[in-house]
């Protein structure tokens, strides 16, 4: 049974009335990660009354994202992101429908996802991530908000928007390097006016109402409180299809046990001063910083599984050898650590 | 001699030490002032964006000295 009095504050505005109010009812968002942006997004979403919302994490409670994850508290350390989020946001408002989804949005995974739904949100903290949801949108032909942080200084736009510009007609070329909060810090504050602003960009989509950012990234610096403004256009000569989507996200992976018993080289490409040193057999040490200019030194016609510490830059260097016309190449599911525990058996 | 101004945000600020800065050099192009920007600061310029008078350019873009420059990049966090 529906609470009209629920929404009357909003309905009463002329811009959304219950015209608008029955289109965020109907609408379908999806949410891709509940960290600091979801978290400060999710909520506003919710008692809004968008209709459907999905939420993407795949990542556990930490203590240390209590500070500015405020969905979660103490009780909820190393409990499902998703799961916890979704279960508290039904209680702001349990006339609307919450799909959980506690995994990681991956290359076989994002289509499928995000082709149930009207709009995305990239909420999440990875510079990856941010170009496998710009792809997958551009081929699943749907709008996203993305923000992002830096310290005190906040990014926003809307990307493929009514055939707008997109991520990769900003910033043609992942820049893995880019520092995350967890490096660099990042306050409470700075997340939720982030998180706040995509979610006023969601539903101004919705009711199509305003300007949408659409072609103008804002920056935000919230210790000098200067909002700069920059436009961009849309560069045709970028062209996403199912065949770069394919070679750019989906990667092949393989468990220890099958690449052991098929005979792969395995390659670890982590800094030789980084712990565990592993040992086994058919190993190849070949650090990150090094592996585009030694590629003489591994054999092409050997199958190869790469694994580094945390699955980053085991991935990046799968791109590498896939560029470099390694035909049999396969990241291995488990890292550094959980080799360590596998070969020490 | 007007000089060229230039604004750093997010982690380029970090590595130039600087919000903003005004340079006595003269650049000719976009891909001037990027070749520039990666010898000095040791900036990666394939992820470095340049934006003039608020409007992101091309690497062919003349600058002149009255223009408005920022140098842009992405942001990880969230």
């Known amino acids: 049974m529906k609470n009209e009095e629920r929404y009357t504050r909003q309905t009463t505005l002329k811009e959304v009335g219950q015209a608008g109010q029955t289109k965020l009812e109907q609408a379908k968002v999806l949410v891709i990660g509940a960290g600091g942006l979801g978290c400060a997004l999710l909520p506003y979403l919710v008692t809004a009354g968008v209709g459907t919302i999905g939420i993407v994490d795949g990542d556990l409670v930490t203590i240390s994202n209590l500070h500015r994850q405020v969905l979660f508290s103490n009780q909820d350390v190393e409990k499902q992101k998703a799961t916890i989020a979704s279960q508290k946001l039904r209680k702001l408002n349990p006339e609307i429908q919450i799909e959980t989804y506690p995994f990681y949005l991956n290359g076989n995974n994002a289509l499928d996802l995000i082709k149930k739904y009207d709009l995305v949100v990239d909420a999440t903290d990875r510079i990856s991530a ?3 949801i710009n792809d997958a949108c551009v081929l699943a032909d749907k709008p996203f908000v993305h923000s992002s942080i830096y310290k005190f200084q906040l990014q926003l736009s809307v990307f493929n928007y009514k055939d707008g510009p997109t991520y990769r007609c900003l910033y043609p070329q992942p820049d893995e390097n880019a520092k995350s ?9 700075t997340v939720a006016l982030a998180g706040s602003l995509q979610a006023n960009e969601v539903i101004k989509m919705i009711l199509e109402i305003g300007k949408v950012r659409s072609g103008e990234l804002l920056i935000f610096d919230l210790l000098s409180n200067e909002q700069s403004t920059f436009s961009f256009k849309k560069n045709s ?10 070679k750019e996200h989906i990667i092949s992976k393989v468990s220890y046990a099958y690449a052991e018993m098929n005979d792969h080289l395995l390659i670890d490409v982590r800094e030789t001063s980084e712990l565990p040193i592993l040992k086994a057999n058919h190993l190849l040490q070949m650090p990150m910083s090094v592996l585009e200019s030694s590629l003489e030194l591994i054999p092409m016609q050997r199958r190869i ?18 560029s470099h016309q390694f035909k049999d190449v396969y990241c291995l599911e488990e890292n550094a650590p959980q080799l360590e525990k596998i070969l020490s058996e | 001699m007007e000089k060229i101004n230039i604004k750093y945000f997010g982690e380029v600020a970090e590595k130039t030490g600087k919000t903003m800065e005004e340079l006595d050099e003269s650049f000719n192009t976009v891909q001037d002032l990027t070749e520039y920007l990666k010898s000095t600061y040791n900036l990666n310029g394939d992820a470095i964006k340049i934006a003039i008078n ?5 690497n062919d873009q003349p600058l ?15």
């Not at chain 1, 580094?308 to 990046?316: A, F, H, M």
């Open chain 2, 64 to 78: 002149n000295r009255t223009d408005e420059i920022a140098v842009l990049s992405p942001f990880a966090g969230g």
């Open chain 1, 181 to 189: 909060c967890a490096e660099v810090g990042v306050m409470g504050t």
């Open chain 2, 54 to 58: 608020r409007e992101l350019a091309s």
């Open chain 1, 305 to 322: 599984s790469l694994f580094c510490q945390s699955g980053e830059r085991s991935l990046k260097a799968y791109k590498t050898l896939k």
């Open chain 1, 237 to 246: 000569s970028l062209k996403i299809t199912q065949e770069t989507f394919q």
């Open chain 1, 130 to 132: 941010r170009y496998l």
